[in-house]
T-cell receptor
Framework: ETGVTQTPRHLVMGMTNKKSLKCEQHLGHNAMYWYKQSAKKPLELMFVYSLEERVENNSVPSRFSPECPNSSHLFLHLHTLQPEDSALYLC???????????FGDGTRLSIL | AQKITQTQPGMFVQEKEAVTLDCTYDTSDPSYGLFWYKQPSSGEMIFLIYQGSYDQQNATEGRYSLNFQKARKSANLVISASQLGDSAMYFCAMREINNNNDMRFGAGTRLTVKP
């Protein structure tokens, strides 16, 4: 029981498809995050939501669109992705401040 | 510029021995937190240990301890009595409290424990 659940675990999609990644946290945290982990690159922070408001968008292309309907749920909507977007996408949650982030198991995304 | 530097792409350690994984960081924020995470081949990121910038003592959690040297801006992870299950990627991370809680990760160190 990680406390942070991501679905699906694996996703294969074509470049013209539209799909969404889902993240749910059961820890009562007030901040949620999307990260991208590519091979041979450090973990990249994509989006941060604090109290359901987006507080950070690290120059992420518009083909990635986050949504945080409440403090427990976070989505990443995908549209017209490129092959270089193939990666492991990790969701995390934390309490604001200096508390550690707790991660989900990730969604491994492959773009054909 | 790199905010988190892990200079060891790979490390080997004999089972039951101790190993130190290096991490240096760069920040001008006086308030920050340092974290270590473990990522096994299955992909999940597991939080191991945390050190706050104002903490006077080095953090310890079971077999994990953090050698925090603030003046040198280093936060090395020490794993004692290595076990085969410790084989994984290890990431050092820093969170800057006065910079929108910006969280940055190092490139990671792959640790292999040999029987």
């Amino acid at each position: 029981e990680t406390g942070v659940t991501q679905t699906p675990r694996h996703l294969v999609m074509g470049m013209t498809n539209k799909k969404s990644l889902k993240c749910e946290q059961h820890l009562g945290h007030n901040a949620m995050y999307w990260y991208k982990q590519s091979a041979k690159k450090p973990l990249e922070l994509m989006f941060v939501y604090s109290l359901e408001e987006r507080v950070e968008n690290n120059s992420v292309p518009s083909r990635f669109s986050p949504e945080c309907p409440n403090s427990s749920h976070l989505f990443l909507h995908l549209h017209t992705l490129q092959p270089e977007d193939s990666a492991l996408y990790l969701c995390a949650s934390s309490q604001d401040g200096d508390q550690p982030q707790h991660f989900g198991d990730g969604t491994r995304l492959s773009i054909l | 510029a790199q905010k988190i530097t892990q200079t060891q792409p790979g490390m080997f350690v004999q089972e039951k021995e101790a190993v130190t994984l290096d991490c240096t960081y760069d920040t001008s924020d006086p308030s920050y937190g340092l974290f270590w995470y473990k990522q096994p081949s299955s992909g999940e990121m597991i939080f191991l240990i945390y050190q706050g910038s104002y903490d006077q003592q080095n953090a310890t959690e079971g077999r994990y301890s953090l050698n925090f040297q603030k003046a040198r801006k280093s936060a090395n992870l020490v794993i004692s009595a290595s076990q085969l299950g410790d084989s994984a990627m290890y990431f050092c991370a820093m969170r800057e409290i006065n910079n929108n809680n910006d969280m940055r990760f190092g490139a990671g160190t792959r640790l292999t424990v040999k029987p």
